[in-house]
């Protein structure tokens, strides 16, 4: 009923750029927060960026100062702008949103999206 669509990824040299984007679909009756988890190879899922709609967002440390987390309400999309990427910041970059669905507003889901592969390197 709802889905989450990631682009952008790709191959980029160090401290190049890239921007991602998650676009959002469905019965969604609102959108409470957004983020962008990132897994590399042998490594546990970590949180890079999120926003909580109309609130705040939050950065992990290691790309705060290069990566910038923003919102698109009209579109039900998320962005983030990379920028001074290295090499440790490869991995797959996963959309999650946490909603509620028109059919239950009452109720906080969460969905991901299928990921997108960034790879920095030279």
């Known amino acids: 009923q709802v889905q989450l669509v990631e682009s952008g990824g790709g191959l980029v040299q160090p401290g190049g750029s890239l921007r991602l984007s998650c676009a959002a679909s469905?019965?969604?009756?609102?959108?409470?927060?957004m983020g962008w988890y990132r897994q590399a190879p042998g490594k546990e899922r970590e949180l890079v960026a999120n926003i909580i709609i109309g609130v705040r967002t939050s950065y992990a440390n290691s790309v705060k100062g290069r990566f910038t987390i923003s919102r698109d309400n009209a579109k039900n999309t998320v962005n983030l702008q990379m920028n001074s990427l290295k090499p440790e910041d490869t991995a797959v970059y996963f959309c999650?949103?946490?909603?509620?669905?028109?059919?239950?507003?009452?109720?906080?889901?969460?969905?991901w999206g299928q990921g997108t592969q960034v790879t920095v390197s030279s």
């Open positions: 469905g019965s969604i009756f609102s959108i409470n927060s």
């Open positions: 999650n949103a946490q909603v509620r669905k028109a059919s239950d507003p009452t109720t906080f889901y969460h969905y």
